[in-house]
């Protein structure tokens, strides 16, 4: 499983940054995308999915924090909206993480989701490949640390501060 290889990768303390994690889980990732060109209009996800990508939000004025790599459950897409809705597991803690998205399994379209997951991604935002996290693996990926949150002004927000935050604000 790639969240196995990539913690083998990462050694017997498993102390490496976030964005080694990142770039390790992107390219493993790369060797497993097979696209489906009847999803060309949707940029090859569906309802169902759990992506991993890069993010830039449009505004970032407007939040107080944001995700640059979330791993996103996907519920709905809107290529004439030029956007897509789903669940970014990366604002939950990992002791809930892992539980919450296996429970996405064998589940499209409707989810119980925690309010403060659900996010619009705008297409055009998109600032890598959007990886799909063969369905064996989404507990494991879910468990590795790659979310990167950020504040209006670039600067790196502490995980443990977007997992406490209420629900009701946090961001896109």
Request: charged share 20%; aromatic share 16%.
């Amino acid at each position: 499983m790639i969240s196995d290889d990539i913690l083998k990768k990462a050694g017997r303390t498993g102390y490496k940054s976030g964005s080694w994690y990142t770039n390790t889980l992107m390219n493993e990732l790369a060797e497993y995308q097979k696209k489906n060109f009847n999803q060309f209009d949707t940029n090859f996800i569906i309802p169902g999915d759990l992506i991993f990508f890069s993010y830039s939000a449009k505004y970032p004025q407007k939040y107080k924090f944001w995700d640059q790599h979330p791993l996103v459950y996907v519920i709905e897409v809107s290529p004439r909206q030029g956007l897509f809705f789903g669940a970014n597991v990366h604002y939950l803690n990992p002791s809930y993480r892992g539980g919450i998205t296996e429970s996405f399994l064998n589940k499209q379209g409707v989810v119980n989701a925690p309010r403060k997951t659900l996010k619009n991604y705008l297409f055009g935002n998109v600032s890598s490949e959007l990886y799909k996290v063969p369905r064996d693996d989404w507990k494991g990926v879910s468990l590795l640390p790659t979310e990167s949150f950020v504040n209006k002004r670039g600067q790196k927000v502490p995980k443990y501060q977007v997992w406490d935050y209420p629900d009701s604000l946090s961001s896109p």
